[in-house]
């Protein structure tokens, strides 16, 4: 019985290893190799400091990036917060801000577009970035960024102690498009 999203991917990544699972551009990943990912960002962010129930904001557009943050999230036992890529600035701080973001996982560009603004955001510690070209993490006052990449090597799987997932455990929180008023989030659980 299957009791957690990220359930569904590793129960597939067992039966089918070398399927194609994930297929974005000229980037094909297999179960196997996408569940590697997933692993590894779990362990990431666990060691990142990613607690049972956190939320995650993931505002990316259509990558790999973006299915490996939201089962890796889901397996480190947070809650993932997907954010659509064609909000503005004000829509995406508004969000952050209600449901507490800790982590942010994003691009600079998107990052960039948020200017200051982000300092209003008092729950966000860290914010990852998938196409950050430093190898190191780096200090954004009062933020920590760190690479993608970094991320990945954070901790190796299995290394971490990751929360346990049930089925009535938070699994996401999805937002409206907010077209008459501010985005409203709902939560979404693993069942």
């Not at 993490?137 to 090597?153: D, G, H, I, Y």
Request: hydrophobic share 45%.
């Amino acid at each position: 019985m299957i009791q957690a999203q990220h359930e569904v991917l590793s129960r597939a990544a067992r039966q089918w290893p070398q399927q194609t699972a994930l297929a974005v551009k000229d980037e094909r990943l297999s179960y196997g190799e996408l569940w590697c990912r997933v692993e590894q960002t779990a362990a990431g962010l666990s060691r990142i400091g990613l607690g049972k129930h956190d939320r995650v904001g993931v505002w990316l557009d259509n990558r790999v990036e973006t299915v490996v943050a939201f089962f890796g999230v889901s397996l480190a036992g947070g809650a993932f917060v997907p954010i659509n890529p064609l909000l503005r600035a004000p829509q995406v701080i508004h969000i952050l801000r209600d449901c507490n973001v800790p982590i942010l996982i994003t691009s600079q560009d998107r990052l960039r577009s948020l200017g200051r603004a982000i300092d209003q955001c008092r729950d966000l510690a860290v914010i990852v970035l998938v196409d950050f070209q430093e190898d190191n993490e780096k200090q954004w006052p009062p933020f920590s960024v760190l690479n993608w990449a970094t991320l990945q090597k954070a901790a190796l799987p299995g290394s971490v102690r990751l929360s346990r997932v049930i089925d009535i455990d938070m699994a996401a929180i999805l937002y409206t498009s907010g077209s008459t008023g501010q985005p409203k989030g709902s939560a979404i659980v693993h069942q």
